[in-house]
């Protein structure tokens, strides 16, 4: 068990084996032939931890004393990173509602990096809301209290219902207001922002796949699916066309598996669309969700 947030250890592969995007500005763009973006979070004024998993924390390697550290809100909503930290936004397209959507990418999700436990597993660390990136396009990159509170509960609850989910670490206040119209109705007004730390071996999604093959650029796609292989399914062996057919047997495996999950405990997800499907079969991206009701015949 780890105490010391300084004493956590990061092997960031995504980061360091992956192309980057040459541009370090971090503005709205059109990004070719890169996996991801550097960015930086936003600094925000009074972070403040509202809640923690336990378990999530134990699984990477930090004890309680540690998650109620002043160090910890101050990691965790992006102000400070550890020594080996590199945060950065993953570039990706997706088909949204039926409709090719081209690039998205993470317009409010950083990641900071991958974290080996003492077990030698790799869990990728993403702040939500933790301010705009080069996918943000237009929008602020933040999220508030009432959303944030669904993705922390649900992500959590998922996982013992026995539901292949990413994880939720922490959530915290940030101490500034984000104007959201919540109903949509015209009438927006501020409400208190917050950052949830989402935890995943890692979080490819389809969408990371599909934009560069709809620009044609298979070198990258290549790279990108071996890269994959190699770290997220090692089982499958070397990479070739062979194996490339398994793998995305396994995929449609895993993916089949989770919406039956879904469908046994009356999950509905609100956007899956291929921007928020996940490679691993991981329910990814708590957003407008639901529940069906109990089923009278």
Same mark, same amino acid.
């Not at 013992?160 to 670490?169: C, S």
């Not at 979080?203 to 997220?232: C, H």
């Given at each position: 068990?780890?105490?010391?947030?300084?004493?956590?250890?990061?092997?960031?592969?995504?980061?360091?084996?992956?192309?980057?995007?040459?541009?370090?500005?971090?503005?709205?763009?059109?990004?070719?032939?890169?996996?991801?973006?550097?960015?930086?979070?936003?600094?925000?004024?009074?972070?403040?931890?509202?809640?923690?998993?336990?378990?999530?924390?134990?699984?990477?390697?930090?004890?309680?004393?540690?998650?109620?550290?002043?160090?910890?809100?101050?990691?965790?909503?992006?102000?400070?990173?550890?020594?080996?930290?590199?945060?950065?936004?993953?570039?990706?397209?997706?088909?949204?509602?039926?409709?090719?959507?081209?690039?998205?990418?993470?317009?409010?999700?950083?990641?900071?990096?991958?974290?080996?436990?003492?077990?030698?597993?790799?869990?990728?660390?993403?702040?939500? /809301?933790?301010?705009?990136? *080069?996918? &943000? +396009? =237009?929008?602020?990159? !933040?999220?508030?209290?009432?959303?944030?509170?669904?993705?922390?509960?649900?992500?959590?609850?998922?996982?013992?219902?026995?539901?292949?989910?990413?994880?939720?670490?922490?959530?915290?206040?940030?101490?500034?207001?984000?104007?959201?119209?919540?109903?949509?109705?015209?009438?927006?007004?501020?409400?208190?922002?917050?950052?949830?730390?989402?935890?995943?071996?890692?979080?490819?999604?389809? /969408?990371?796949?599909?934009? *560069?093959? &709809? +620009? =044609?650029?298979?070198? !990258?796609?290549?790279?990108?699916?071996?890269?994959?292989?190699?770290?997220?399914?090692?089982?499958?062996?070397?990479?070739?066309?062979?194996?490339?057919?398994?793998?995305?047997?396994?995929?449609?495996?895993?993916?089949?598996?989770?919406?039956?999950?879904?469908?046994?405990?009356?999950?509905?997800?609100?956007?899956?669309?291929?921007?928020?499907?996940?490679?691993?079969?991981?329910?990814?991206?708590?957003?407008?969700?639901?529940?069906?009701?109990?089923?009278?015949?």
């Amino acid at each position: 068990m780890v105490t010391d947030l300084n004493g956590l250890q990061f092997d960031n592969r995504f980061f360091n084996e992956l192309p980057a995007d040459p541009e370090t500005n971090n503005h709205p763009r059109h990004i070719e032939g890169a996996c991801y973006s550097t960015v930086a979070p936003k600094t925000v004024s009074s972070p403040k931890l509202v809640a923690y998993s336990k378990e999530v924390a134990e699984l990477i390697g930090l004890d309680h004393k540690s998650c109620l550290s002043e160090p910890f809100s101050q990691i965790f909503t992006g102000n400070q990173l550890l020594e080996g930290m590199q945060s950065y936004a993953q570039c990706y397209g997706g088909h949204q509602f039926g409709n090719w959507a081209g690039q998205l990418g993470d317009g409010r999700a950083i990641n900071l990096g991958e974290i080996i436990n003492q077990k030698g597993e790799h869990w990728t660390l993403q702040l939500k /809301g933790a301010g705009k990136t *080069p996918y &943000s +396009r =237009g929008a602020d990159g !933040l999220a508030v209290l009432r959303s944030s509170v669904r993705e922390f509960l649900c992500s959590e609850a998922m996982f013992h219902l026995g539901v292949p989910t990413t994880r939720a670490l922490s959530l915290a206040l940030t101490g500034e207001q984000v104007v959201r119209d919540m109903f949509y109705d015209g009438r927006a007004k501020p409400e208190p922002g917050a950052i949830v730390c989402r935890v995943a071996p890692s979080f490819t999604r389809f /969408g990371s796949f599909q934009l *560069p093959a &709809s +620009r =044609g650029d298979i070198a !990258l796609l290549k790279k990108l699916v071996d890269f994959t292989i190699v770290n997220d399914f090692p089982h499958l062996g070397k990479p070739d066309k062979a194996c490339y057919l398994a793998w995305f047997k396994e995929i449609c495996q895993k993916t089949a598996e989770m919406v039956i999950h879904w469908q046994r405990v009356g999950f509905v997800h609100g956007v899956m669309n291929t921007d928020n499907m996940s490679i691993l079969g991981l329910t990814i991206d708590y957003g407008p969700y639901g529940w069906l009701e109990d089923f009278d015949p």
